[in-house]
T-cell receptor
Framework: EDQVTQSPEALRLQEGESSSLNCSYT??????LFWYRQDPGKGPEFLFT???AGEEKEKERLKATLTKKESFLHITAPKPEDSATYLC????????????FGAGTILRVKS | NAGVMQNPRHLVRRRGQEARLRCSPM?????VYWYRQLPEEGLKFMVY????????ESGMPKERFSAEFPKEGPSILRIQQVVRGDSAAYFC?????????????FGEGSRLTVL
């Protein structure tokens, strides 16, 4: 059973069309939820850490929020350069230090 | 101010050969993680190492795979007698401490193709 599920698998947006990506998790003892961005042929790049329900973090056109069972990555007025795969990961007491990643959402923003 | 360095970036092996992937963490980082990414799948944890110690190898296949992080030099992920199913991108990440912040710094990966 997947502990971290991301949806949708792929998302196509027009430039300026705001939307949200979802990450749901079923772990117990959550220590933190993390968002990463991955460009084709590159390694993941850290974006945000969220530790507790109700917490929000923002960076440019991205805003990440956290509830007890899921996280959303909101993208406001996206640009083509926001096109990438967005990965969600959790760190939980049952897993020790390692991060457990979801399969990712592939975002394409067309101009 | 180099980031995490992985080499080779691309490696082609025939079935039964050995593959060695190297990872030099960021300067000052003493914790290294290896992840594997199969096409259309997410990153799967393999092993977590500190200098001269394997801390968590719960994601490593029981056979053919080994990892080390010696006192001097890069971390090495070794795959013996490779099979086609080993074809994947292997990513190394490092952190300055225990990584409890979840902020891992990833390399650009080593892409292994097994013919």
């Amino acid at each position: 059973e997947d502990q971290v599920t991301q949806s949708p698998e792929a998302l196509r947006l027009q430039e300026g069309e705001s939307s949200s990506l979802n990450c749901s998790y079923t772990v117990s003892g959550l220590r933190g939820l993390f968002w990463y961005r991955q460009d084709p042929g590159k390694g993941p790049e850290f974006l945000f850490t969220l530790y507790s329900a109700g917490e929000e973090k923002e960076k440019e056109r991205l805003k990440a929020t956290l509830t007890k069972k899921e996280s959303f990555l909101h993208i406001t007025a996206p640009k083509p350069e926001d096109s990438a795969t967005y990965l969600c990961a959790v760190q939980a007491a049952e897993y020790g230090n390692k991060l457990v990643f979801g399969a990712g959402t592939i975002l394409r923003v067309k101009s | 101010n180099a980031g995490v360095m992985q080499n080779p970036r691309h490696l082609v092996r025939r079935r039964g050969q050995e593959a060695r992937l190297r990872c030099s963490p960021m300067k000052g980082h003493s914790h290294v993680y290896w992840y594997r990414q199969l096409p259309e799948e997410g990153l799967k944890f393999m092993v977590y190492l500190q200098k001269e110690n394997i801390i968590d190898e719960s994601g490593m296949p029981k056979e053919r795979f080994s990892a080390e992080f010696p006192k001097e030099g890069p971390s090495i992920l070794r795959i013996q007698q490779v099979v086609r199913g080993d074809s994947a991108a292997y990513f190394c990440a490092s952190s300055p401490s225990t990584g409890l912040s979840g902020e891992l710094f990833f390399g650009e990966g080593s892409r292994l193709t097994v013919l």
